[in-house]
């Protein structure tokens, strides 16, 4: 069955190797969140809240919206590669 | 997104949080209760009049079943993905403790359960009002909570899988 995608895409896992080559464990372990939520995040199969977004954006070290992007057109619209 | 992108940590195996276990143990556990239930009910409620038909002692039993082995095979469910864990030597440091994501998914589970559990009131009241008997409305409301049980995980289920 394919993911329902959401309309919030992300750059996670090309931010996660540009920094320091973080594993999603890595990752989760800061965020405190299980593995299986960043896994989640990355695939767009789950948009974390507002509060966790900033997290991860804090965490990259990056403005907001470098790290997430919101699609008015749609989830086929991949404005990330 | 390339591969090239991929760390081999990242290929390690996902298991499931133990949230999405019980989500599992609760499905399987309320399946066989409320199969064995009706299995036992049906059959006397097609062989002799309604108000004689002996109901209250098997759904006691099947709700009592249903919550003693969603516990035990919750905890069990979780003794052994740790184990599972444990043999493929992954550290299960934040890989079995629910979070946020399990809390979201819990709300959509729960919020989609209430729509039945509401409906059902209405036939509860509409049973009342014209006086059913008890059986109708015992059975009425053990079903509404078996549809809404199903409704809960299926839904718990597909957002784990699918997203949500």
Do not use: C
């Amino acid at each position: 069955m394919p993911p329902k995608p959401t309309k919030v895409t992300n750059r996670i896992r090309a931010l996660r190797f540009e920094y320091g080559e973080m594993t999603q464990a890595d990752m989760a372990e800061r965020l405190g969140v299980t593995r299986q939520t960043v896994i989640a995040i990355e695939q767009g199969k789950y948009s974390p809240s507002l509060e966790m977004a900033f997290e991860i954006a804090r965490l990259f070290k990056r403005p907001l919206d470098d790290v997430f992007h919101y699609m008015e057109g749609g989830a086929d619209d991949q404005p990330f590669s | 997104m390339s591969h090239e992108l991929r760390q081999p940590e990242d290929d390690d195996p996902v298991i499931m949080t133990a949230e999405q276990r019980s989500v599992w143990v609760y499905l399987a556990v309320v399946a066989i209760t409320s199969t064995a239930y009706f299995a036992v009910v049906v059959p006397r409620a097609l062989s002799q009049p309604i108000e004689d038909v002996s109901w209250i002692t098997p759904m006691l039993w099947a709700i009592g079943v249903s919550i003693v082995g969603t516990i035990v095979g919750s905890i069990f469910g979780s003794i052994g993905g740790a184990i599972g864990l444990a043999i493929r030597g992954i550290e299960p440091k934040g890989q079995l403790e629910g979070d946020l994501r399990d809390k979201d998914i819990k709300k959509l589970g729960d919020r989609r359960s209430a729509l039945v559990s509401g409906g059902a009131m209405f036939g509860v009241l509409v049973l009342a009002m014209i006086g059913a008997d008890l059986f109708w409305i015992g059975n009425l409301v053990f079903l509404a909570g078996t549809v809404g049980a199903f409704v809960e995980g299926v839904t718990k289920i597909l957002a784990y899988r699918r997203g949500f």
